[in-house]
């Protein structure tokens, strides 16, 4: 059993999870990958840090299905969801991550995530 208030991530199988960060600035209208598939794992959100240069709708998707609601971005401002050790957002198995925008509008991402592997 882990400790308690140890800092560290475990899934369900009780293995140590990595904490791991990635950015992406997606410009484009339609899917971004921010962070690759690997079979048998999925990659489960923990934390957003995204700021629009236009007003953009956002969202994120595992290949086409959305897994977050989509969130209107105005000019200049942004998202946050703060660290959840659960999880905002979760692809699945063998997917990757995607930033998905209704414009052409460049959006600076940050994201920390772990990958849960599928047993």
Known sequence: MPPVNS??????QGRVLTVKRTLG?????GNTEIVGAVAG???RVLAVTAIASAAVNMKFQTN???ISPLWPLAAN???VQPHNDHGWEETVAGDPLNV???GNV???VQITYVRILVP
């Open 77 to 79: 401002g942004g998202l």
């Open 100 to 102: 998905n925008l209704s």
């Open 41 to 43: 794992s999925k990659i």
């Open 25 to 29: 600035n997606p410009a484009a209208a």
């Open 64 to 66: 086409v299905t959305d």
């Open 106 to 108: 460049a959006v600076a």
């Open 7 to 12: 800092g560290l991530l475990y899934d369900e």
